[in-house]
């Protein structure tokens, strides 16, 4: 199976930066998409940035020019840069890997979140 685990999370002010990192380890054929999502509470999970093994990316219209996610293939890693943080970036961030373990078993992995919380 395929285990992904976040880390980077913390606590900052408003306007800082923190970059969270994920690596996908164990039994791995190939990763296509990875990507950020985040939850803040009393909402629903969003997307916060994804990209392709590519390096094709998608941002939520929310962190556009201030999060930059990238890759480094060869160690199955993703980033977020996340600059200019606002306090409504608060949440716990989720990363998230679609991989495969074998022939046919392309599925979605999921990490057990790392909170950010920006102070104003």
């Known amino acids: 199976q395929v285990q992904v685990l976040e880390s980077g999370g913390g606590l900052v002010q408003a306007g800082g930066s923190l970059r969270l990192s994920c690596v996908a380890s164990?039994?791995?054929?190939?990763?296509?998409?990875m990507g950020w999502y985040r939850q803040a509470p009393g909402k629903q999970r969003e997307l916060v940035a994804v990209?392709?093994?590519?390096?094709?990316?998608n941002y939520t219209d929310s962190v556009k020019g201030r999060f930059t996610v990238s890759r480094d293939n060869a160690k199955n890693t993703v980033y977020l840069q996340m600059n200019s943080l606002k306090p409504e970036d608060t949440a716990v961030y989720y990363c998230?890997?679609?991989?495969?373990?074998?022939?046919?078993?392309?599925?979605?992995?999921w990490g057990q979140g790392t909170q950010v919380t920006v102070s104003s």
């Open positions: 998230n890997a679609e991989a495969s373990s074998g022939i046919g078993s392309l599925r979605y992995y």
């Open positions: 164990g039994k791995i054929l190939y990763i296509n998409r």
């Open positions: 990209i392709t093994s590519g390096g094709n990316t």
